[in-house]
């Protein structure tokens, strides 16, 4: 009995989440974003999440002008799919209504390819290509051990040697992968206008003033302020009241 209350529980939440996100679609396919943002966070409400969901949240508020919403959420998508073109299309557009121009540095050197061949697959995924992988290496060794004839226990030997080096260059990514989504903490500014200062303290003269929509990089939280890094790899401080933090 308790197992049916779970199951009918859960499909409820199921459909009121979809309800929410298709009322979302309705109103925005009408014009009506306001009411298109209000159905769409009614279901992160429920604790409910995905890359379209936050993909239409920041075309909602794109639509109503609001700068730092919509970058944020589009922000958000790319963190469960990174590789979505119209994410990254949209997300553009959107910091193009941005006051700052704060160049990006480009990573140069072992560290760029390092990072840019770890990047192809989320952490989650190159784990699952670790998993095929072992698999894999399981089924090797057992055709090595029961094989009668010396040129199949060669193939397989080959064979397992290889799918073995595989196995620990998809682990060591995911790994690689994993370190770097904990430890990079990207924020938006959601402040008309921010001062970023050379100390974690009120009063003194700013080294910046920020605007709605800028990225940032959180690295360290003192009080009420967090230490934060901009794209052209200028740090300094700010109030934590100012950002939010995409992940």
Do not use: C
């Not at 003194?204 to 360290?220: A, Q, S």
Request: hydrophobic share 40%; charged share 25%; no cysteine.
């Amino acid at each position: 009995m308790k197992n049916i209350l779970y199951i009918l529980l859960l499909s409820t939440q199921i459909f009121f989440a979809q309800n929410g996100f298709e009322k979302g679609n309705a109103y925005y396919a009408k014009g009506k974003y306001t009411e298109a943002v209000t159905a769409y966070e009614s279901v992160l409400k429920d604790n409910k999440q995905s890359s379209e969901l936050y993909f239409n949240l920041g075309n909602a508020y794109y639509k109503l002008n609001e700068v730092a919403p919509s970058i944020y959420y589009y922000e958000k998508a790319l963190v469960l799919n990174p590789k979505d073109k119209e994410s990254i299309n949209n997300l553009k557009f959107a910091q193009k209504r941005t006051i700052d121009e704060i160049k990006v540095i480009p990573k140069v050197g072992f560290g760029k390819l390092l990072r840019d061949f770890t990047g192809i697959y989320h952490y989650n995924t190159w784990g699952w290509i670790s998993v095929g992988l072992a698999t894999f290496f399981l089924l090797f060794f057992i055709g090595y051990y029961f094989s009668q004839r010396t040129l199949s226990k060669r193939i397989f030997f080959f064979g397992m040697f290889a799918v073995f080096i595989l196995m620990v260059i998809a682990l060591s990514a995911a790994i690689i992968e994993k370190s770097h989504f904990d430890t990079e903490k990207p924020a938006i500014i959601f402040a008309e206008r921010t001062n970023m200062k050379s100390e974690p303290r009120d009063g003194g003269k700013p080294l910046l003033v920020l605007h709605e929509g800028t990225k940032v990089f959180v690295f360290e939280t003192i009080g009420k302020w967090k230490k934060i890094q901009l794209t052209d790899g200028t740090e300094g401080w700010i109030e934590t009241s100012t950002i939010k933090e995409v992940k």
